[in-house]
């Protein structure tokens, strides 16, 4: 993490690799057909493994931060925080949802799509906001004592999927990504 805003910033991008792969297969259970179920979870594990557990603590850090040196963007960090919560109750109601329907449950199609919406749409516009009005902010005014408070956090914890060394789990899922890209 030697420029930490550039690694934000790689880290939004793979998040909407994942987030564009996980809409396609929505597209497809939306047109009635079924959609590839393992790789949807897998999308949606990684996301609550590292993106709930490293990704957004660290945000929560560098936010606390930087609201103390921009009181103006006090509001707009704390919005943002209050999201990091939603998107994690979003994302666990859709494995919920998917996993149930892998078990055999009758589940109502507008019942996914509806956790599903909630889930992309936060999520998107989530990290745009973080993208337009953050990153650049924090590139100025959090110091070299501020970035090493935001790495403390999930610290010796790898990328399982995007990491030099993928997870046995996830090959699947890099496999796609490579595929897509
Ligand atoms: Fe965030
Ligand atoms: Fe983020």
């Known amino acids: 993490m030697n420029d930490p805003v550039a690694h934000w910033h790689a880290e939004h991008v793979y998040f909407g690799q994942l987030l564009k792969l996980l809409r396609k297969e929505i ?37 606390d931060r930087l609201a103390k040196h921009c009181p103006d963007l006090q509001i707009v960090l704390s919005r943002l925080q209050q999201e990091h919560r939603v998107i994690a109750r979003a994302g666990a109601n859709l494995h919920e949802r998917l996993d149930a329907i892998l078990a055999g449950e009758v589940i109502a199609r507008e019942d996914v799509e509806a956790d599903a919406a909630t889930f992309l749409v936060y999520y998107e516009s989530h990290m745009a906001k973080e993208e337009s009005e953050v990153l650049a902010r924090a590139a100025k005014h959090l110091t ?13 914890v790898a990328d399982p999927l995007f990491g030099s060394e993928a997870h046995e789990r996830f090959r699947e899922l890099r496999r796609q990504i490579a595929r897509e890209a």
């Not at 497809?28 to 079924?34: E, N, Y």
């Not at 393992?38 to 609550?48: E, G, K, Q, V």
């Not at 070299?144 to 010796?156: C, M, P």
């Open 27 to 63: 597209d497809v259970f939306h047109s009635g057909s079924d959609p590839n179920y393992p790789l949807m979870l897998d999308i949606i594990a990684y996301l609550r493994d590292y993106s709930d557990r490293v990704h957004h603590p660290r945000e929560d850090v560098a936010f």
């Open 144 to 156: 070299a004592e501020d970035w090493q408070a935001v790495r403390e956090h999930g610290q010796g």
